[in-house]
């Protein structure tokens, strides 16, 4: 690798985008790519790094002068590799997958080539209006009423996360509110979510204003497989409103973190209208199932409801990062974030016939990201991606199979998805709540050290349970059987353990 060196460097042919040249460096990164995926296997799936180890392997300052492609792709082999856990590996069963495709992988390809800052529809018109075909190709997959499409007088953004779609919205039905109520009563308004609820819901609420003091997180437990409740829901409103309290926003969940519960949409948007709250439904896991028929009614009571968002990169396959958000009002956005600096002005943007997509987000700048979108979607087609979502279904179901059939371990909930949640608890061995936490949490430590399979834990009801999570891309059936092979022999080792006996 470079060092700092003393002679000034001759920048008189210094060309960063030659064409030959990038096309004779891209293929060689091609190359690079698709032999990793094809030995994705052989690389532990949870990397063996320890802190500070790619710092010390890398120099301090940058290099002075060019180094060849070669001398760096030597350094990813042997400096960067190591210190990966590989998302795309088949025995990735972790958090949420984050999917990749060849559709996907060209269209961010594309998506770089142009370099596109699609603020405005005049910085580039194909930019905004593909995103607007493929928000309603993609509402139109899901069954959502034409209130939430272009076509009709609603509409979609791609944001990056969740995070920021939460965000802008909690932040348009705050202004709402202090169009009623007053900026002054900011300190009044109250949001609600589940103890299930993803963490980011806190943080962007905060970000938006809200006191912490008036963010609830209800109560959620085995009795109704940790969804929200509707009437713990209304008792909790009724309760801030006697107190003197504006409820603002509630967060229903299709497909929570922890377990993949489904909040009831349906009962939670009556208590949201009734209260005039914006309800929205973060789908961001589980709404990508209901492109299928079987899976739909999870989003039944949508039509209600203010704004969805689900992110593709999870499930249909489209890369990080991608959320898509809908909003009933996008008018409720616009005038929430909206930004018209003099160098910003255009003859489009003033005539209000077109959408100009910096007044839906946070920043200004944006990516083409539709391209990859509309790549996956033209690539493989509704039926494929339909397919996609089944066969991991039916090798989650494969996995819950094996649990229920052996007798030490068992199905904490029920899998509504492709994330199974389960424990190990020996029946003949007679230990309490607490050696039974730490004899599953010895089994996860032990079954993430062997580097052949990685998942996750949760703890739920005040138990320590294990996550399955099946979908990463490559993943097939036999590498389903092998991780529960190898968790069987996990706790074989830990049950002719000493600290158990």
């Known amino acids: ?170 932040v348009a039905a705050r202004d709402r509110a202090f169009k009623a109520i007053g900026i002054e009563s900011l300190r009044k308004l109250v949001v609600y979510g589940s103890d299930q609820t993803h963490s ?30 509707h009437v713990l829901l209304r008792k909790v409103v009724e309760a801030d409103v006697a107190a003197g309290l504006v409820p ?32 929205h439904v973060d789908a961001a896991y589980g709404g990508s199932a209901c492109i299928c028929p079987e899976f739909r009614r999870y989003l039944n009571g949508i039509e209600r409801a203010d704004s969805l968002s689900l992110s593709p990169h999870k499930w249909l396959l489209s890369c990080l990062d991608c959320c898509c958000l809908w909003v009933k009002r996008p008018g409720s956005l616009v005038r929430a974030l909206s930004t018209n600096p003099e160098y910003l002005r255009n003859r489009p943007s003033e005539s209000d016939s077109v959408v100009d997509y910096k007044d839906w987000q946070v920043g200004t700048g944006r990516r083409f990201k539709s391209l990859r979108l509309w790549l996956v979607l033209r690539s493989y087609g509704v039926a494929n991606l339909q397919g996609h979502i089944r066969s991991d279904v039916r090798m989650a179901k494969l996995f819950e199979g094996l649990v229920k059939s052996d007798g030490r371990f068992e199905v904490v909930v029920p899998s509504l998805f492709a994330l199974v949640c389960f424990r190990f608890v020996p029946r003949r061995r007679r230990v309490g709540p607490g050696k039974e936490d730490a004899m599953n949490r010895e089994l996860l430590e032990w079954v993430n050290s062997t580097g052949r399979v990685y998942m996750t834990h949760t703890v739920v009801g005040g138990v320590y349970v294990l996550r399955f999570a099946v979908g990463a891309t490559l993943t097939e059936e036999r590498h389903v059987v092998a991780a529960w092979n190898l968790i069987k022999q996990g706790a074989d080792s830990l049950l002719k353990s000493a600290r158990y006996l």
């Open 1 to 170: 690798m470079g060092s700092l060196g003393l002679g000034r460097a001759d920048s008189r042919h210094f060309k960063p985008l030659d064409p030959e040249e990038f096309r004779a460096q891209a293929h060689q990164m091609v190359d690079f790519i698709a032999d990793y995926y094809e030995k994705i296997e052989t690389y532990p799936v949870l990397s063996q790094a320890q802190p500070g180890d790619l710092r010390a392997r890398l120099p301090e300052s940058a290099p002075y002068r060019p180094e060849p492609l070669e001398s760096i792709l030597r350094d990813v082999r042997s400096c960067i590799l190591p210190g990966m856990t590989h998302w795309l590996s088949p025995s990735f069963f972790a958090f949420f997958p984050a999917t990749v495709s060849t559709a996907a992988f060209l269209g961010e390809m594309l998506c770089t080539s142009f370099n596109s800052v699609g603020f405005t529809w005049l910085a580039s018109p194909a930019a905004t209006e593909l995103e607007m075909v493929v928000m309603d190709w993609l509402a139109r997959m899901l069954k959502l009423p034409k209130s939430f499409m272009f076509a009709g007088t609603g509409g979609g953004v791609i944001q990056n996360t969740t995070s920021e779609s939460i965000l802008v919205t909690l």
């Open 200 to 229: 980011a819901f806190t943080k962007t609420c905060k970000l938006a204003g809200i006191h912490p003091c008036n963010i609830r997180s209800i109560p959620t437990s085995f009795h109704t497989q940790f969804a929200l409740s």
């Open 248 to 279: 603002l926003y509630v967060c229903a969940t299709v497909g929570t973190t922890s377990t993949a519960a489904v909040d009831p949409v349906e009962q939670l948007v009556d208590v949201a209208n009734e209260y005039n709250m914006w309800l």
